[in-house]
């Protein structure tokens, strides 16, 4: 194999890029009969891994406005997929739970990912660890790159 050059990393890269946003637009089927966008299952990711969860720690983890949050979850509950509830009647505080096709969702997208990290272990397993660190700080020197990018 020749040389790596500079331009062949950055193509893979921005073909990676591109994927990753092309994605992110996407609709994806984690189980049958319920399809989300990404922020969507991320939503319901956070709920099922926040116990108890409301829309203002929602709105702090994912940097999103508290009014996105509960348009979302607002989404979500017509689905059927996260109900609302509160400890006492009196409580302001609303918090939210999973519903059954909920957790059937959020358990699909577990296995969406772990279907795609078991690819990509398989192949790391194969390195040693001095091109697994090499990979690794690869990526965290790019990444700081991109942090000193305008715009």
Not at 23 to 35: N, T
Not at 88 to 95: C, S, V
């Amino acid at each position: 194999m020749g040389k790596i050059v500079f331009a062949d990393v950055e193509c893979v890269m921005v073909r990676l890029f591109n994927r990753y946003m092309e994605l992110s637009k996407r609709k994806h089927e984690y189980c049958e009969g319920i399809a989300l966008y990404p922020s969507e299952i991320h939503t319901l990711e956070y709920i099922a891994l926040s116990n108890p969860a409301n829309l203002t720690e929602i709105a702090v983890q994912m940097v999103l406005s508290k009014g996105a949050v509960s348009k979302m979850v607002n989404k979500l509950e017509r689905l059927g997929l996260v109900e609302r509830y509160k400890f006492h009647e009196k409580q302001k505080d609303i918090y939210l739970h999973l519903t059954e096709s909920g957790v059937r969702a959020y358990e699909g997208h577990k296995q969406y990912h772990a279907t795609m990290w078991n690819t990509l272990s398989a192949y790391l397993d194969q390195l040693d660890d001095g091109k697994r660190y090499a990979i690794l700080e690869f990526l965290h020197e790019y990444l700081q790159c991109m942090h000193t990018l305008q715009g």
